[in-house]
């Protein structure tokens, strides 16, 4: 799938400085959005807002040749505000749909890199 970037985060990118976060949207089996950021505050964008992963790390971002994702792992410990061992063992991440973004955390109206 191509990506899909506005001009002005184009722009933004070609920058030697730039103010970018990726952003995680994890929605569960039984409907339930977990958000989650790698900057050090929410970010809220579209309605919905992205807490700072406090307690996990994502690993490398490895694209194919046509920059479609093509594997990423989430390393993240539960607590109670992000979830709990019930949950785990209940299957409810079980086939969650995962999407991920790049965003301009200073100017999030510049939109995202799907």
Request: hydrophobic share 40%; aromatic share 10%.
């Amino acid at each position: 799938m191509p990506r899909t970037i506005s001009a002005e985060l184009q722009a933004h990118l070609e920058l030697e400085v730039t103010t970018l976060a990726m952003c995680w949207k994890i929605e569960r089996t039984d409907g339930v959005v977990k958000s989650y950021t790698d900057h050090d505050v929410a970010i809220v964008y579209d309605g919905v807002t992205y807490s700072p992963l406090e307690s996990g790390r994502p690993s490398n971002y490895r694209q194919a040749s046509d920059l479609a994702p093509a594997n990423m792992d989430i390393e993240m410990a539960f607590d109670s505000a992000t979830g709990t061992d019930d949950e785990l063992r209940a299957g409810l991440y079980d086939y969650a749909e995962v999407w991920t973004f790049l965003i301009n955390w200073s100017d999030v109206t510049m939109g995202i890199v799907k």
